[in-house]
DNA sequence: ACTATATCGGACCAAATCGGTCCTGTAAAT
DNA sequence: ATTTACAGGACCGATTTGGTCCGATATAGT
């Protein structure tokens, strides 16, 4: 179906919903799962599960005991959607000959290596040009953007600019 | 895992071998599924269902009968692989509310569909700029380009130039 | 007409994956 | 000591995927 899997989409909500509560300063403000659960509306277990391991991943800081909770570890602005993807669902690897050598079948007769290789760089590129920062900004003012395809001669890049 | 499917895999592999033995005229050749399933080393009823949804979706022509077979319908340097996905694993739709307007319960209270939106926009223009010719040109002078990341001022079309 | 060749459409099943729950343990604050 | 909240992982039902198989139909060649 070529999508993400919902613990991807959770995670990411979740993570945009932290940043987006960040104080300006850009301190990391602590939240327990509860709280979170709450906000986005998905049953505590499972915002619970998302955020360890987020947290063992290291993008988010976790912080035990009462009034324990997670805080961002990273700022919004460098964490980048590919990076989320990668830790919530292991490497963007759209095929199983996109990575490096090895692990197919075929590979020797096969001349479909460098386009997947292709494929996946591509779509890789695409994931790391959004950032966290990025996602919250999106709500308004994207409308434009989104009306109109992306040119190749303009900046791919969204959000900085 | 954020992987195609193998259906789509074997599918666009399927695609560019013929679209690569296709003569210099660009007329399009016939090729039946064991000869297929012979040349990419695949059980001939997994080719043969592939074939089927590709023809039943019309980026095929299918012959019937003694001889038959199947021939590319379009042009190579239009076939974008985003459309191969399309057709052979449904719409390129990241997650459930990328789409247009209704299917998503949170929806009214949710801050996230515009930036879903904008991932999905952005990984589906990626693979709108990769053509099945830019497949089968991939396998040598590509690993220039692979090597070094796209820059965003650099040209993110692949390929034509 | 008859036969061999191929696609057409869909049923079917085993295995893997996913989405979600639950339980036991441990660290920190009061 | 008690309460709060994370850590880690087992677990299970439901869905999806990967792959096989079959009966029907259309065409080419004899
Ligand atoms: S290397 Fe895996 S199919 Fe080509
Ligand atoms: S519209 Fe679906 S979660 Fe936002």
Chains 1, 2 share one sequence.
Not at 37 to 56: E, M
Not at 60 to 80: D, F, I, Q, V, W
Not at 101 to 115: D, F, N, T, V
Request: aromatic share 2%; glycine share 6%; with cysteine.
């Amino acid at each position: 179906m070529f999508r993400l899997s919902k613990i991807t989409d959770y995670g990411i909500v979740l993570l945009s919903h932290m940043a987006g509560s960040d104080d300006r300063a850009g301190d990391h403000v602590i939240h327990n799962a509860r709280e979170l659960a709450d906000h986005v509306d998905l049953p505590l277990p499972v915002v619970s599960k998302i955020l360890k391991s987020l947290a063992r991943e290291g993008v988010l800081e976790s912080h035990r005991g009462a009034r324990g909770g997670y805080s961002l570890k990273t700022n919004a602005e460098r964490l980048t959607v590919a990076q989320m993807i990668t830790v919530l669902e292991g490497p963007v690897a759209m095929t199983e000959c996109a990575d490096s050598a090895g692990q197919c079948l075929h590979e020797e007769s096969c001349a479909m290596r460098s386009p997947w290789q292709l494929i996946n760089h591509v779509v890789k590129n695409a994931l790391e040009e959004i950032s966290l920062a990025d996602l919250i900004r999106a709500t308004d003012p994207l409308a434009a953007i989104l009306s109109s395809p992306i040119q190749p001669d303009q900046p791919a890049r969204l959000g900085d600019g």
